[in-house]
């Protein structure tokens, strides 16, 4: 929201929005949108062409580095290094007739954790639900969409779920439930080496968020949606996955095997970079899962001054399975 006055002459609306941001942008470039979005309320008339042409350039010039213009300039064999690629790209679109659907992450497929997710309908509802959320955010998903996402109406939709926070709540929890077995698991196997025990906690977080991204993404920045009963839950193992990250770097911190200023500040580094990873991550990378865990694992011991290297797994290359590792949304049970 601007504090600066109108010049002389001109009128200025102001709108405070509060709907997901790439609605918002949809709202800016699209002309159909543009129509209602500009201009006083109930007023339908056109717009002029060098409005659209104005924010469609301040639009892009601000977007030049969001995932949906990378992402379509790649599709398209474009580069967009300038904020004028952006524009001439936006334009290009508009004039073809060719719709632009900005897009919150990667376009990867809706999956869910194998042996927790509840089958039949209530699985149906989820995938549905996850991927509508990940996309145009709680708030902007309606139960008739995800209702017509399950080919079900909403008066069946509300057979399974007594809310649309129901749904999340349920989603947000499988997410962290997720997150909590996969560094218990890598723990288990690390040994007693505070190098070892740290790498195999980093990989691990990476991997959950580069198999999973939509649901990671969901239950990262839908968690604040739920109300306390619904939010208790989550946030424990939140709290005990941040408990199990400090307590490696602490111990190899008094044990003199790291050398960093804070633990609780390096975890909290350490957490958000994997956490990125889910916003980025998608089948247009030319790494595979296990190389960016292996990546970031290495990354992380050099940011706590490991005394001693841990040599990264020969990550596989892209769309290869490794030996012994049970493909994902099959085999893990429900604790």
């Not at 007023?43 to 213009?69: E, F, N, T």
């Not at 839950?233 to 602490?250: F, I, K, N, S, T």
Request: proline share 7%.
């Amino acid at each position: 929201m601007s504090d600066q006055s109108a010049a002389p002459g001109e009128l200025v609306f102001t709108r405070i929005l509060e709907a997901p941001r790439e609605l918002v942008f949809r709202c800016m470039i699209e002309p159909e949108h543009l129509t209602h979005f500009w201009g006083p309320a109930n007023q339908s008339g056109p717009i002029k062409r060098s409005l659209g042409s104005s924010v469609a350039d301040y639009s892009a010039r601000h977007a030049l580095d969001c995932q949906p213009i990378v992402r379509l300039a790649s599709a398209a064999g474009r580069s967009v290094t300038e904020p004028e690629d952006a524009v001439d790209l936006v334009t290009e679109l508009s004039t073809t007739g060719t719709a632009w659907q900005p897009r919150r992450l990667a376009a990867v497929e809706v999956e869910l954790p194998g042996g927790v997710t509840p089958p039949g309908t209530r699985g149906r509802i989820l995938r549905a639900a996850l991927g509508l959320f990940s996309e145009l955010g709680f708030h902007g998903t309606s139960i008739r969409q995800i209702a017509s996402g399950v080919g079900i109406n909403p008066a069946t939709l509300y057979a399974h779920y007594p809310s649309k926070e129901h749904i999340l709540a349920e989603l947000v929890l499988l997410g962290h439930q997720e997150l909590s077995a996969c560094l218990d698991d890598a723990l288990a196997s690390a040994g007693p080496d505070p190098a070892a025990r740290l790498a195999a906690l980093v990989r691990a977080q990476v991997l959950v968020h580069a198999e999973f991204p939509l649901l990671a993404v969901v239950a990262n920045t839908e968690l604040h949606v739920l109300s306390g009963p619904h939010a208790a839950a989550p946030l424990e193992l939140r709290a005990r996955c941040r408990d199990l990250l400090v307590g490696v770097l602490a111990e190899g911190d008094a044990s003199g095997a790291f050398a960093m200023v804070d633990p609780v500040l390096t975890g909290i580094a350490l957490g958000g970079l994997g956490m990125q990873v889910a916003h980025w991550f998608g089948p247009d990378q030319p790494y595979s899962g296990q190389q960016v865990a292996d990546a970031y694992a290495a990354l992380a011991l050099r940011m706590v001054g490991a005394r001693r290297t841990v040599t990264p797994k020969a990550g596989p290359r892209k769309n290869e399975t490794p030996k012994n590792e049970t493909p994902k949304n099959e085999t893990r049970k429900k604790k």
